[in-house]
């Protein structure tokens, strides 16, 4: 079983840095590619990050390449999304979610992704 829990978001000023977590109380854990997205009010669910379950590949949306990375602890059970030089349009509910499917490299659609957590709220003010 999968069972994802979202942390860490809050509310921080444009420029500054949260880091969010994604704990999973499953045992299978390190078999999955894992990936980050959010949600802004009125808008679709959107990809921001995805990682392999080894860790090797990494994926991330135009918007947030080289401000934010993702990385995962699989001992831990945790995925984690460091977010630096945040800006007021990264203001979102962010979720992360588990693929299962063995496929060569993280997806960027969130249709592929097959449990997800309940969401942290992350609101960047300008």
């Known amino acids: 079983q999968v069972r994802l829990v979202e942390s860490g978001g809050g509310l921080v000023q444009a420029g500054g840095s949260l880091r969010l977590s994604c704990a999973n109380s499953?045992?299978?854990?390190?078999?999955?590619?894992m990936g980050w997205f959010r949600q802004a009010p009125g808008k679709e669910r959107e990809f921001v990050a995805a990682i392999s379950w080894t860790g090797r590949t990494t994926r991330y949306a135009d918007s947030v390449k080289g401000r934010f990375t993702i990385s995962r602890e699989n001992a831990k059970n945790t995925a984690y999304l460091q977010m630096n030089s945040l800006k007021p349009e990264d203001t979102a509910v962010y979720y992360c979610?588990?693929?299962?499917?063995?496929?060569?490299?993280?997806?960027?659609?969130?249709?592929?992704?097959?449990?997800w957590g309940q969401g942290t709220q992350v609101t960047v003010s300008s």
């Open positions: 499953g045992r299978t854990f390190s078999v999955y590619h």
């Open positions: 979610g588990v693929d299962r499917k063995n496929t060569v490299q993280p997806m960027v659609n969130p249709g592929e992704y097959d449990y």
